[in-house]
């Protein structure tokens, strides 16, 4: 402990400008998994908020749920069997104001269910985020597939689907405006039992998730760069402190000369980089939740501490495992070896 600190204080502009570099590293990882975050329940809300259970769609649809159509009596026989099962519906569409301006939202349409809000004929209630666009209770809206109004009778509060606000409608407006009473999935929670149904393929929300293209893709090319930039700080710290140990490898060998251990050099390895990381993440992590307060409010941004702990012990383990891997030249070096090597 004393050797770390003693070295830390000597060479201290070194470890400031690596623990800068992680800093920076950590900081710009904990934003990119808020917008991740942010803009995966931007796209899919409706469906993260579901409790822990299945979706079914029809076998035929081949996973895409816009092509699924689960018949009356079926339907009908899971929701009678099924306490908390329903159905529902998602199709974009938009909505036309009183002076023809168009609003792109996504139409859901449900049995009756606790998760989804109950709607009355020829009402419509609206994602909040509408409300903030000066949207109100009482307003009246037209759609070219209807040959009524909507009239608004309220928000949902964070309810966004493929990047689009969501308009719950009643089932009976739903099938005038697609020609069809067919919905297109049966959700059934957990608690109720899960079981095959037959010429319906089962997904957990998860897996449901992943059958939407603009999700899967969009996740995914966050994920690999949040998980690429944690790759690069154990590369960093492997880097760095191989190059201070070739740098002191004479000194190695006279601390093993005069008894010093091979573990207590990989000691002071290992607490020099928990101080430097210890300092860059708690920067890093305070500063990402002050940026979650002051974001815009149209940016899709998310980050719960949570999240922050999990990637900060992602960050401290692969830290470790580079300060780790730059130390094994201490084990191998001879104390005369490299006294000599020191000394050339």
């Known amino acids: 402990m004393n050797l770390a600190w003693k070295e830390m204080k000597k060479s201290k502009t070194k470890f400031v400008i690596l ?3 992680v800093f920076l590293i950590s900081l710009l990882t904990f934003i990119i998994s808020g ?12 469906i993260k908020n579901l409790p822990d259970g299945a979706i079914y769609m029809e076998t035929a649809a081949e996973e895409t749920h816009a092509l699924s159509a689960i018949d009356t009596e079926t339907q009908q026989a899971v929701l009678l069997e099924k306490d908390g099962a329903f159905a529902f519906s998602v199709q974009m569409g938009f909505l036309l104001n009183e002076q023809d301006e168009q609003q792109s939202v996504a139409f859901v349409t449900s049995t009756s269910s606790a998760e989804f809000p109950d709607v009355s004929k020829d009402e419509i209630i609206l994602d909040r985020s509408l409300e903030e666009q000066g949207i109100k209770q009482g307003d009246t809206f037209t759609n070219s597939q209807f040959n009524g109004e909507f009239t608004v009778a309220g928000f949902s509060d964070g309810v966004k689907y493929s990047h689009a606000p969501v308009a ?4 009976n407006n739903y099938a005038e405006m697609y020609r069809t009473e067919d919905l297109q999935m ?3 929670p957990e608690a109720a039992g899960l079981e095959a149904i037959a010429g319906l393929q089962s997904f957990s929300v998860d ?7 603009s999700y899967s893709a969009e996740q995914l090319s966050l994920s690999m760069i949040v998980w690429f930039l944690v790759v690069i700080s154990g ?3 492997a880097i760095f402190f191989y190059m201070m140990n070739i740098q002191k490898f004479g000194l190695y060998g006279i601390l093993k000369a005069i008894g010093v251990k091979t573990g207590a050099l990989f ?20 500063l990402s939740q002050v940026f979650e307060i002051l974001a815009p409010s149209g940016m899709p941004f998310y980050l719960p501490i949570s999240t922050t702990l999990q990637l900060s012990a992602v960050f401290f383990a692969i830290g470790f495992a580079g300060a780790t891997l730059s130390g094994f030249q201490i084990r191998k070096a001879q104390p005369l070896q490299a006294i000599q090597q020191g000394e050339g």
Do not use: C, K
């Open 207 to 213: 897996e449901f998730l992943n059958t939407l293209p």
């Open 235 to 237: 590369m960093l710290f």
């Open 19 to 21: 623990g800068s570099i």
């Open 35 to 46: 917008l991740a975050n942010g803009l995966s329940q931007d796209n899919a809300a409706l």
């Open 186 to 188: 049966l959700f059934v």
């Open 168 to 171: 719950f409608v009643h089932p």
């Open 267 to 286: 000691r002071m390895i290992w607490v020099q980089m928990l101080v430097i990381t210890a300092i860059a993440l708690t920067l890093a992590v305070v």
